[in-house]
């Protein structure tokens, strides 16, 4: 009997001190976790924003808009599947929206257009941004956010250059 708890206030010690360690670790990583992908696009500004601020307008260039998951409920409101999306301001070179998953959690997208009238290209940079509780498995899980986001941006900014391109 006595090894037994022996073995078993090891195992508990170890998993408590374990916790600690990657608690500890994980303390150490941001709480605002940015992803954000840049395309430059010989285009301007203005015949760039028409295909930005409209949620409908994200059917032509957003991968998973023409799904049959996607219900657009305005210009600025609509749900990709179990995700609510609401486009929450838009200035003249800026469209930010907030997007909701199944749990509750908001992260912020923001498309940011900027060009320099001397020259023909606009460069279109999107971020998304998240903020993670201290909690160690958001902490390490928020490493997959630029795996996982990362290629969809870069398709989508792609496919928003060609369309802007020959339009």
Known sequence: MGMISRVIKLV?????VLFIITTGISLLFPSTVIVSRAININAKPDSI??????INAWKQWMEGMNDASVHIFSSTECEMGQTKVVIDSISPNTVRSLWQNKKGKWMMST????????????V?????????KWYPWEKFGSFMNDKILGPMMEKNLENLRKLTEKN
């Open 49 to 54: 924003i028409i295909w930005i601020k409209d």
């Open 124 to 132: 279109v940079q999107w971020a998304f941004e998240q903020h993670v």
């Open 12 to 16: 508990a010690i170890s998993l408590i």
């Open 111 to 122: 498309i940011h257009i900027y060009n320099d009238s001397a020259k023909p290209v606009t």
